[in-house]
């Protein structure tokens, strides 16, 4: 999906599309999880990994191959929704087994680690060689290696011994998913995950625009995109050996404290220097909070119902996806980026104070302690 999110927009550019479709196109990725996001936990509930990740990689398979054989941009739109989907669906399915077949609290937190890792290592790697393709074969070539590509996950579900299919009891299976709000822990786990994917969101906003307004080249201001995204994944790699020493409810309120301050300085920083220690510093926060929202999810959630709530998460993680850069981009045309910086890291560290004032209540009432 990664590749593809590269790919299709050139390729939409080269058969001479305009900036507002393609934007359209990008957009699909993300609806396309929040719309399957409910339905397809009661899917892997009552099917379970196998099967799901199976349809999945069809999914994924038929609908890029779409593209490969038919370039059009309909089809490319088709390609982003489907695979946008499936990408989801197959992550909150992996997630949810491995959290159930860890065998005790820390083999479930390195299991988690690893799965946040993965994604990031995708996006770093997807990308860069689809480009490589592109330039020696054109497009149609790589659409068709990016469309085998789902195979692999295919067979790596048959191989797959332990398939846990859990049938919920028959009081929880009435329940909607929305219910779920009804458990504070559950309220106050979903609010922390977005305002880590707020401040995510604004990070990958505004650094283009700052980087412009200060007259940064494309390449220092990749450079300084990139210190981010490696910070995050040094702060993922770490998650487990951290997580021995500190509660994931304080490292979380912590993190986000800090994030928000180093938000507050972001708009006085100038240069590459200072924009990248910004950056370097944020991407390491944040990067450790969403595995450790998902260990939380697990604490916090009944056992029967935490396909639902990865459900709700991602849900929420897209929808965030979707709105908060629409919503980033109005409030710049009223006040400068500097201005909108300031605000969201006051509500981020506000939000994580809270949180650390209930950090006792909420660990006292968890379902799975």
Request: proline residues 4%; charged residues 10%; hydrophobic residues 55%.
């Amino acid at each position: 999906m990664s590749a593809l999110r590269m790919a299709a927009p050139l390729l939409a550019l080269r058969m001479g599309y305009g900036t507002a479709e393609i934007g359209g196109m990008l957009a699909l990725f993300a609806l396309a999880q929040i719309f399957m996001a409910l339905p397809a936990a009661r899917f892997i509930d009552r099917r379970g990994l196998r099967l799901t990740l199976l349809c999945c990689a069809v999914g994924a398979c038929a609908s890029i191959g779409l593209s490969a054989a038919r370039p059009s941009f309909s089809a490319l739109c088709v390609s982003a929704f489907v695979s946008g989907g499936a990408v989801g669906v197959s992550l909150m399915a992996i997630q949810g087994h491995v959290l159930r077949v860890a065998s005790d609290v820390m083999e479930r937190k390195h299991s988690i680690a690893w799965l946040a890792i993965a994604p990031a290592i995708s996006q770093f790697l997807g990308p860069m060689i689809t480009g490589v393709i592109i330039d020696g074969h054109g497009f149609r070539v790589a659409l068709l290696v990016l469309a085998i590509a789902p195979i692999g996950m295919g067979l790596c579900a048959l191989a797959v011994r332990t398939d846990l299919s859990p049938r919920r009891p028959d009081q929880e299976a009435r329940r909607s998913t929305w219910s779920l709000w009804r458990i504070s822990g559950f309220r106050r786990v979903l609010l922390l995950n977005w305002l880590m994917t707020a401040s995510w969101d604004l990070c990958i906003f505004m650094v283009p625009v700052m980087g412009y307004e200060r007259g940064l080249s494309a390449s220092s201001t990749a450079m300084v995109l990139g210190l981010f995204s490696c910070a995050a994944l040094v702060s993922r790699l770490l998650v487990p050996y951290i997580s021995r020493y500190v509660q994931e409810w304080v490292f979380i309120s912590g993190a986000l404290m800090t994030a928000g301050a180093l938000l507050a300085i972001y708009p006085l920083t100038s240069g590459v220097f200072g924009m990248g220690l910004c950056s370097f510093g944020i991407g390491l926060l944040l990067g450790g909070v969403q595995p450790s929202v998902m260990i939380l999810l697990h604490e916090v959630t009944p056992i029967h119902r935490q396909t639902d709530a990865m459900g709700m998460r991602l849900l929420m993680v897209n929808a965030s996806a979707v709105a908060v850069p629409v919503v980033y981009g109005a409030v710049v045309g009223f006040v400068t980026i500097g201005g909108a910086v300031l605000v969201t890291g006051a509500l981020v560290t506000l939000g994580g104070c809270v949180a650390l004032s209930s950090t006792r209540a909420v660990g006292s009432s968890t379902p799975n302690k």
